[in-house]
Each structure stands twice: as C-alpha cells, then as structure tokens.
C-alpha cells in the first residue's frame, strides 16, 4: 500500500465525523482490539486516532487507553508513511528508542506493529497497534491478520456513521410526512370552505341565467347565443366545484 499522508483538516473532519473521541470505549471496538491481541498474541493491542496534535487511544487492552501528544509517537510514525509499521525492538530503533513509552518514563515497549486505518476515501486517521515488552517478530499471518481487522475497524466506524445518518434520514422522512399529512388536512378543509362559499353564489348565477333565458325566449339569436355560452360556464364551473369538494371529502 502506498498512500500518502493526509492534511490534518481533512483527517480531523473524518474523526469527529465518527464521533468516538471524548467517549467511552465503544464495545465493537474493544473486541476488535482483543482479537488483535490474540492474533498477533501479544498482551497489549489498541485503536489510536489521530488529530493533529494529539493521538487518541479510543480503544485498548491490557493497558487504561489514554490521551498523549502526537509528536514522536509511534503511530505518529504509521500515520506520515501510510503503511504497515514493524519493528522487533523498539529499543534499538532509532525512530523509537527515546520515546517515552518504551524508555520506561510511561512504558516497556519492545516490538510493535501499527497497520494504518485508511477510510473508504483514502484518509488515514489512524492505526491499529499491537505492542509486547519483549523483542520479538511478528509473522506474516499475524501481519495479515493485523491487516484485516484494521479493515474491520474502518468498517464498524463506517458502519456506525452510515447507521446515525440513515436514521436522521429517517426522522427527517417522518417529520416531512407529518408536515405533509397537516398540509393535505389544511388544504382539504381549504377546498371544503371555497367549494361551499362559491355554490350559493354560482346557483343564483344560473338560476338568474335560466330565467334571463326563459324571458327572451323570442329574442334575437346573439342573445341566445351570449345566455347559452354562460349557462355552459356555469355548468363547467359547477363540475369544477363537486369535484374540488370531493377532494376535500376524500383529503388527499
């Protein structure tokens, strides 16, 4: 793998997003952690994230995960190279051998091996790591394994984030229904009242109409013509109302 190292805005944008810094140990992620430890059988494992000063141990075993500064870190080392990081004796790796946890100040560290947790978009933000106070190396299938359960923490975290985000999804669908439902009921009592005002109205139109017709039964054909033409309005207009009140009687 060769990925290149992300900016820390990006980064920082894909932890919070996640939401697991500031929070106790989710219990997915310390599973995850455990079997890490087993797999690569060693009696220390943890999910580190990073931000741009500090490294967040928001998982662990066989140590209290804590909060420390990034800088000279050994996952600070995975995160700027991207890749898989293994090292038999921390002691006597350079990279390594003054940093506090393995100096004896906050811990023995010997060997170590951070696989870094790339997102589906390419950000790393962290590392998964495992750690043993003795030197010693790590195999090809504990590496591999190590692999796949980094994978398998980028996927629960993923999986997590997709899950809040259908769910507001979901109550903001509800609530435009329940909006929408109100609307439908506003507006069905709207036609409801304007179908009712404008009947009375419309039936002393044609009744005013018919009798206008019946007194100039004789009279000239444009007439006759004109009182035809707007007793069919009035008929249109009627039709147009029943069926305004029948949406209103059905409310859809």
Known sequence: MSLLADSDGERIARIGRY?????PP???LVALVEIAALAADVPMAAITLVTDTEQHQVAAVGFDGSVCARAGSMCD???AGGEPVVVADAGTDPRFRDDPSVTGALGAVRSYAGHPLVTPDGTVIGALCVFDTRARELTSGQARALAGLADRVVDLLELELRTRELTATVEDLRRA???LERSNA??????GQVSHD???PLTALTMALSMLAEEGADEDAGRRF???R???GTHRMQLLIDDLLTVARVGD
Not at 186 to 191: M, P, S, T, V
């Open 26 to 28: 989710r219990a997915d």
């Open 186 to 191: 506003a507006l069905a009592a709207f036609a």
């Open 198 to 200: 404008l009947r009375n």
């Open 177 to 179: 229904q329940a909006e």
């Open 19 to 23: 939401q697991v810094l500031d929070r």
């Open 77 to 79: 080392v995975v995160l």
């Open 226 to 228: 004109l009182l035809d």
């Open 230 to 232: 707007a007793r069919n």
